[in-house]
């Protein structure tokens, strides 16, 4: 399986080019700066090289986090992170991360990737041997020749595995009000029917929501009119069958719909 799974991995990104140098370097040398501003939490970041499925730097709070030593993160690189994945998630995760690539690939200009931003999910077994929820969101760096992102920053939000989120995977664009909007998503597995009707945009308002937005903010951040914010909400409610925002939103994030 682990074969399988490094195999397929290097096929969705393979390229012939190496990311090493000065200007990798600078960028690693400049988190590290601020990695030591960061608070202690429940997540961490790291700088992901596809090219080699290497950890070019692992922040701080990756070891508090994970019960996981930091120096055989960066030694032995993504093989030491798969090791530790939920065996039976592995090919869906897979899966997500082609559908993404191929997407970006097949939809996103050139000059636009660089404003991309993708969020997948899984478990991982942590140092006390027990599997956590981890949503990681990462933020293109480098391109090689071809405009494949290969260089990424990874945020990982870690969350205790009181139930088994399904695997989703999501594409977002920074537009100009800068606010992240959905251009692709897509949940994995049985539930998947469950949220199948709610529309991209929707998922954006509901996001916005979620952090307390009004709807003349997000009608702002979005570039749509405040009535359309009311009728994602009015429609999303009557979707879900909940009663009021608030029980929308939980349900919301309980589920993995924002």
């Known amino acids: 399986m682990r074969e ?9 990104f393979s390229t012939f080019q190496e990311f090493k140098g000065e200007s990798l370097e600078k960028h690693v040398e400049k988190l590290k700066q601020v990695d030591q501003l960061i608070p202690h939490s429940a997540t961490f970041f790291c700088i992901t090289n596809t090219s080699d499925q290497s950890f070019e730097y692992v922040s701080k709070n990756f070891h508090p986090t994970m019960k996981l030593p930091i120096d055989e993160m960066c030694t032995r690189g993504m093989e030491f992170w798969w090791g530790r994945m939920h065996p039976e998630e592995m090919e869906t995760w897979l899966q ?10 097949s939809n996103i200009a050139l000059e636009d990737r660089r404003r991309m931003t993708y969020t997948w999910n899984y478990r991982v077994k942590d140092g006390e041997g027990i599997y956590k929820n981890i949503i990681q969101h990462t933020t293109p760096m480098f391109f090689d020749d071809e405009g494949k992102p290969i260089i990424g920053l990874a945020h990982y939000s870690v969350l205790e595995a009181h139930e088994i989120l399904p695997i989703q995977a999501t594409a977002k664009i920074l537009n100009a ?24 945009r929707e998922r954006d308002v509901l996001r916005l929501l979620s952090f307390g937005f009004s709807n003349d903010d997000i009608s702002d951040k979005l570039n749509i009119s405040a009535h359309t914010v009311k ?28």
């Open 96 to 105: 997500s991360l082609k559908d993404l690539m191929i997407f970006t690939m």
């Open 177 to 200: 009000n800068d606010e992240y909007e959905t251009l692709f998503y897509q949940m994995y597995g049985d539930q998947k029917l469950l949220v199948d009707d709610i529309s991209h």
């Open 4 to 12: 399988k799974i490094v195999e397929n991995y290097s096929d969705i």
């Open 231 to 258: 009728t994602h909400r009015k429609n999303v409610m009557t979707k879900t069958g909940c009663k009021n925002t608030t029980q929308l939103v939980a349900m919301c994030i309980r589920q993995g719909i924002i």
